[in-house]
C-alpha cells in the first residue's frame, strides 16, 4: 500500500547508497546484520528516555532497511536464505525497539502507554505471522493496510510529536486489523481452489 509508493519513490536515494556500499564489499546479508545492529542501538537510545532523538535515528534505520534487497537485486545476489534472515532480523527489531518502548512507559508510570505497547507488539508479530503462515501453505498473502513500513512511520511520527501512546494505540488497533484482514485473504485462497 504505502509502502510500495514509498518505495518506489525512494528508489531514487536507496539505490545509490546500495551502490556505495557495495563498492565497500559488504554484501546483502551484511547490510541486513548492520541495519538490525542499528537499531539496536536506536532502541538503546530510545530506553534511556531520548524519543524525539530515537524518531530522528529510527527514519535513518527505515532507509536503511530498503538498501539490502535493493543491493542483492544490483549484485544479483538475491537468495531465499536472504530474504529469510532479512525478515526474520526485521521481526527481533521490532521485538528489541517495543521491549524499549515498554521500559520506558514503565519507568514514567504510564501503564496504558506500556499495555499498548505489548499489544502493539503482539498485533505487529501477528501480521507477520499470518502472512509466513500463509506462504507455508503455498499462497501469497502481502495485503493489508498496516504493515511494516506503516507501522514504523506512525511510531516515528509518535516520537517525534511526542504522542507516543496514541501512535501505540493507532498501531495496535491497526495491525490487528490487518491480522484479521490475512487470515480473510487466506481463507478465500483456500476455499477458491
Same mark, same amino acid.
Given at each position: =500500500?504505502?509502502?510500495?509508493?514509498?518505495?518506489?519513490?525512494?528508489?531514487? #536515494? #536507496?539505490?545509490?547508497?546500495?551502490?556505495?556500499?557495495?563498492?565497500?564489499?559488504?554484501?546483502?546479508?551484511?547490510?541486513?546484520?548492520?541495519?538490525?545492529?542499528?537499531?539496536?542501538?536506536?532502541?538503546?537510545?530510545? /530506553?534511556?528516555?531520548?524519543?524525539?532523538? &530515537?524518531? #530522528?535515528?529510527? #527514519?535513518?534505520?527505515?532507509?536503511?532497511?530498503?538498501?539490502?534487497?535493493?543491493? &542483492?537485486?544490483?549484485?544479483?545476489?538475491?537468495?531465499?536464505?536472504?530474504?529469510?534472515?532479512?525478515?526474520?532480523?526485521?521481526?527481533?527489531?521490532?521485538?528489541? =525497539?517495543?521491549?524499549?518502548?515498554?521500559?520506558? =512507559?514503565?519507568? /514514567?508510570?504510564?501503564?496504558?502507554?506500556?499495555?499498548? &505497547? @505489548?499489544?502493539?507488539?503482539? =498485533?505487529?508479530?501477528? @501480521?507477520?505471522?499470518?502472512?509466513?503462515? /500463509?506462504?507455508?501453505?503455498?499462497?501469497?498473502?502481502?495485503?493489508?493496510?498496516?504493515?511494516?513500513?506503516?507501522?514504523?512511520?506512525?511510531?516515528? &511520527?509518535?516520537?517525534?510529536?511526542?504522542?507516543?501512546?496514541?501512535?501505540?494505540?493507532?498501531?495496535?488497533?491497526?495491525?490487528?486489523?490487518?491480522?484479521?484482514?490475512?487470515?480473510?485473504?487466506?481463507?478465500? /485462497?483456500?476455499?477458491?481452489?
Amino acid at each position: =500500500m504505502v509502502a510500495n509508493l514509498a518505495r518506489a519513490w525512494s528508489a531514487r #536515494i #536507496i539505490e545509490p547508497i546500495a551502490r556505495f556500499l557495495g563498492s565497500l564489499g559488504l554484501t546483502p546479508n551484511a547490510v541486513t546484520v548492520l541495519g538490525f545492529l542499528l537499531t539496536v542501538a536506536v532502541a538503546g537510545v530510545l /530506553a534511556t528516555g531520548r524519543l524525539f532523538l &530515537a524518531g #530522528i535515528l529510527l #527514519i535513518v534505520t527505515l532507509a536503511f532497511d530498503a538498501v539490502d534487497g535493493t543491493l &542483492a537485486r544490483l549484485l544479483g545476489q538475491t537468495s531465499k536464505f536472504g530474504a529469510f534472515l532479512d525478515s526474520t532480523l526485521d521481526r527481533w527489531a521490532e521485538v528489541v =525497539m517495543y521491549v524499549a518502548i515498554t521500559w520506558v =512507559m514503565l519507568q /514514567a508510570d504510564n501503564d496504558l502507554g506500556a499495555m499498548l &505497547a @505489548v499489544l502493539a507488539l503482539s =498485533m505487529s508479530l501477528l @501480521v507477520s505471522y499470518t502472512r509466513a503462515r /500463509a506462504e507455508g501453505v503455498g499462497l501469497q498473502c502481502k495485503e493489508g493496510i498496516f504493515t511494516r513500513f506503516e507501522r514504523l512511520v506512525v511510531l516515528i &511520527a509518535g516520537l517525534l510529536v511526542g504522542q507516543l501512546t496514541w501512535a501505540l494505540g493507532i498501531i495496535a488497533v491497526l495491525a490487528g486489523i490487518t491480522a484479521i484482514q490475512r487470515i480473510l485473504v487466506t481463507w478465500r /485462497a483456500t476455499n477458491s481452489a
